[in-house]
């Protein structure tokens, strides 16, 4: 029967072995048993030498020192060499002389520490990525304050320029650039997850091509690219944020491509389904559904790969080829815009990704309209008064120009303790605050709390061209405030402008006073 001892040895995950002074097995516990694969009962009093598998416990060669009368006292660890695309297994071995009545044993402790050490890896990995992010980041705000200089400076260019004098169709390939590099930013923004979700009518069939293009541009000639849309437009919208979207395109493109390993054939495609209730999202009512589906030839997974791949730091590429987070990061997004994913996979023959978006309510067109004149797309009704504070030189004479261009009266602040200062000593107040989310010391949205606090009614913009964690939660808490992401466009900002100017003209119910941060 066993002893309440060596129940709590067997409850160890360690393997525990106990020798005499002649090498004889006194004691093995359950980890120990099964590691060397025998019963602990079999083998009591028989030699460790001819235990089977006893030198995957205990290393043979110090097994004959400890024979020849040595005394062993020590502990260390061994790293053994593993296939491509695993983990080396790590292990600990502690081994401890003991002199009683006269006698010698040997304590002999094992560990096995590859999954402790995968775990500290994936950590290390995590943080390493989260570094990464948040330099992309910063990298990202710094760029789009300098795009929404050249963006807005290039409207009122453009605005200023006769529609037939030759040097607007420079300021037009200015302007397409300058988008382009505000593309560019909101993939540096999307990677390091501080993008802010953009909610709108996309457009599959085109957000698919563009990934699909911009694949072809990297992959090479050897990687066969397609795309299957439904003719004439006719593939539903869905609701949500298209970077986010382009990032789960990616990632499951950049997948693929790796199961190709030199060559092959990659497939984008897209349908509408029309699912029963039980097969989706929302149960008890049939919805209607966008499946877009990413396609390869390569060499496929086995059923114990592709039911763990949607595992955080699950990977089977090489430690310096992935972290195991690209499609947990993909069905994260894809399940905020309501969805699910799926995966079939057989070895050999292929793999294919799955992905099930809600149907949107909106309609979008293929082409964005062009930006109205800035003359005719606000009636200048009266002189608001506009404090703008921003620590960015450059965007706050951006916005300066562009708003007293159509009249407004504009006062500048560079950072909050300025800008709440500003707002107390003017009298009659500001009509409207436009603000920066990421300002040095007193971030953007606690000073607005502060000015909302002195005057509750204040209507104000809130800007940002990166939105951290702790920004974004002072925004939650000022709920109701338009935002406007960087780089904008002239058109843009005055349109907000207006809007919220106008907003509270007519009778309606009392405006609840905001919460005050803490």
Request: proline residues 7%.
């Amino acid at each position: 029967m066993e002893t309440p001892f060596e129940a709590i040895l067997d409850s160890l995950v360690d393997a525990v072995l106990c020798l005499d002074d002649q090498g004889r097995v006194l004691y093995l516990n359950g980890p120990a048993c099964r590691r060397v694969q025998c019963q602990a009962r079999e083998w009591i009093g028989k030699p460790a030498l001819e235990l089977p598998g006893i030198d995957r416990i205990l290393p043979l060669s110090v097994l004959k020192l400890w024979l020849q009368g040595q005394e062993l006292a020590s502990a260390g660890t061994n790293s053994q060499a593993a296939g491509v695309g695993h983990p080396a297994p790590v292990e600990e071995l502690v081994l401890k002389s003991i002199w009683h009545e006269g006698h010698r044993f040997l304590a002999i402790i094992f560990r096995d520490l590859s999954v402790q050490r995968s775990m500290e890896h994936a950590v290390y990995q995590f943080r390493k990525d989260q570094a990464v992010g948040q330099l992309a980041g910063g990298i990202a705000h710094d760029f789009n304050n300098i795009l929404t200089a050249v963006l807005s400076h290039i409207d009122l260019a453009i605005s200023s320029v006769d529609p037939k004098d030759p040097v607007l169709e420079n300021l037009e390939h200015a302007m397409n650039g300058a988008r382009r590099g505000a593309e560019l930013v909101s993939k540096l923004l999307a990677f390091s997850r501080q993008s802010p979700v953009q909610s709108a009518a996309i457009n599959l069939a085109e957000l698919t091509e563009q990934v699909a293009f911009m694949l072809s541009r990297n992959l090479g000639p050897q990687v066969q690219i397609e795309t299957r849309m439904p003719p004439d437009g006719s593939l539903w919208t869905v609701t949500g944020d298209a970077g986010q979207l382009a990032e789960v395109l990616l990632q499951l493109g950049l997948n693929a491509h790796d199961a190709l390993k030199q060559s092959g054939r990659l497939c984008f495609s897209a349908e509408n389904l029309s699912l029963p209730a039980e097969a989706g999202a929302d149960p008890g009512k049939p919805r209607d559904y966008v499946r877009l589906s990413v396609e390869d030839s390569g060499r496929g997974m086995p059923p114990e790969v592709s039911e763990r791949i949607f595992e955080p730091y699950f990977t089977t590429k090489e430690v310096a080829r992935g972290a195991g987070l690209g499609l947990s990061v993909c069905l994260g997004i894809v399940k905020e815009h309501g969805g699910w994913m799926q995966v079939r996979s057989q070895p050999f023959q292929g793999t294919r990704m799955d992905v099930y978006l809600p149907r949107g309510q909106q309609s979008t067109s293929s082409t964005s309209a062009p930006n109205p004149p800035l003359d005719d797309e606000i009636p200048n009704e009266e002189r608001a008064r506009i404090l703008v504070v921003d620590d960015e030189e450059a965007v706050r004479m951006v916005i300066r120009a562009v708003l007293a261009f159509r009249g407004y009266q504009v006062t500048e602040a560079s950072d909050g303790q300025e800008g709440i200062e500003i707002f107390r000593q003017t009298k009659p107040s500001f009509d409207l605050v436009i603000m920066d989310c990421n300002l040095p010391g007193i971030g953007g949205a606690e000073t607005l709390a502060c000015i909302m606090a002195d005057a509750p009614s204040t209507k104000a913009i809130l800007l940002s061209g990166g939105v951290d964690d702790r920004a974004n939660t002072r925004m939650t808490a000022l709920r109701g405030i338009p935002f406007l992401a960087k780089p904008f466009q002239s058109h843009e900002l005055l349109r907000l402008v207006r809007e919220t100017l106008s907003k509270g003209r007519q009778p309606g119910p009392a405006r609840s006073k905001p919460e005050r941060l803490p």
